[in-house]
């Protein structure tokens, strides 16, 4: 945060020169949930990595990309047996869009890592906002959300 806004009002001079809710609202709001993204993926990577409840203890957790680099899996951890978990992380809110994507992307990941024996999807929001087709999906027990009490309380 501190070189990606703050350091560069500074070196420009910037940050003595106007109102601080002027440079928040004109500077750093517009691009902070670029930024945040970016810093909740690392937060759900290590809320997995340390006690997140899945149907398996992780071996390994990390990110995945296709060999093309088009596709993106934000999370993805594996389980001694060969399970795989595969998670999705948004800033806001999930929808039924965002579920649909992660299914297509588990298939992805599952097509390329040897002995799959299961996979279990989940989706992360920084916010407990979703949308219908999510509610449904988790009170079926399609795939797993994580809320922001989820991912704060481990």
Same mark, same amino acid.
């Given at each position: 945060? +501190?070189?990606r ?5 500074? /070196?420009?001079? /910037? ?8 440079? +928040? ?6 691009? *902070?949930? &670029?930024y ?15 006690? %997140?409840?899945?149907?398996? =203890?992780?071996?390994?957790?990390? $990110?995945? +990309?296709?060999?093309?680099?088009? !596709? &993106? ?7 001694? $047996?060969?399970? *795989?978990?595969?998670?999705?992380? =948004? +800033? ?9 994507? *992660?299914? &297509? ?7 390329? %890592? ?8 989940? *989706?992360? /929001?920084? /916010?407990?906002? =979703?949308d ?12 797993? !959300?994580?809320?922001? &009490? ?5």
């Open positions: 945060f +501190w070189y806004f703050v350091e560069p009002l500074y /070196s420009s001079g /910037s940050a003595g020169l106007g109102d601080p809710a002027h440079l +928040w609202t004109n500077v750093i709001e517009p691009r *902070l949930d &670029e945040m993204g970016t810093v909740f993926e690392g937060v759900c990577r290590e809320a997995v990595r340390t006690g %997140l409840r899945l149907p398996f =203890k992780p071996v390994r957790v990390g $990110r995945w +990309w296709t060999r093309d680099g088009r !596709h &993106e899996v934000d999370v993805v951890a594996r389980g001694a $047996r060969g399970e *795989l978990f595969v998670g999705e992380c =948004k +800033w806001g809110g999930v929808t039924g869009a965002d579920l649909a994507l *992660l299914r &297509e992307r588990a298939r992805l990941v599952a097509a390329d %890592l040897p002995r799959v024996s299961a996979t279990t999807c989940g *989706l992360f /929001s920084a /916010s407990d906002r =979703k219908a087709a999510v509610t449904r999906a988790a009170e079926a027990g399609d795939v797993l !959300h994580f809320g922001p &009490e989820a991912l704060f309380t481990i």
